[in-house]
């Protein structure tokens, strides 16, 4: 059984890098329950995916409404369902492709899931 991505929304933040552009500004997010808090060595070369994107996963059946939320792969743009979908197919992508940072495309959250480091990163100063 795999860790699964974070259900929180986080709110796009203002600081958050344009579509497109690399973000040193990406990072971990504080993590209670770790006060010796978390690394994620992919930070510094995710990428927010540049529009246009499916509105649908790549993988599931045309029209299925398993899907919750949508997660695009940082390193080739596979756009997958999320943990909480029937599917699962964002981790499925990481588990056949070894891709290991997914970011989230809802519009109401900024923040990426490192699926290699289990860290949730979040866009803007840390």
Do not use: I, K, N
């Not at 795999?2 to 796009?12: G, L, N, V």
């Not at 933040?13 to 997010?29: K, L, Q, V, Y």
């Not at 808090?37 to 510094?44: E, L, N, S």
């Not at 949508?70 to 699962?88: E, F, M, N």
């Amino acid at each position: 059984m795999h860790p699964t991505e974070p259900s929180q929304t986080a709110a796009p933040s203002p600081d958050a890098p344009g579509p497109g552009t690399p973000s040193a500004g990406w990072h971990p997010a504080h993590d209670g329950g770790r006060p010796e808090g978390r690394r994620c060595a992919h930070a510094p070369d995710v990428t927010v995916p540049p529009p246009p994107h499916p509105d649908e996963c790549e993988d599931c059946p045309p029209g299925d409404p398993g899907r919750v939320r949508l997660r695009r792969c940082t390193t080739c743009g596979h756009v997958g369902c999320c943990d909480s979908s029937r599917g699962r197919h964002a981790y499925a992508h990481y588990a056949s492709a070894g891709h290991p940072v997914a970011v989230s495309l809802a519009p109401d959250e900024s923040w990426a899931w490192c699926y290699e480091d289990e860290t949730f990163l979040v866009a803007g100063a840390s």
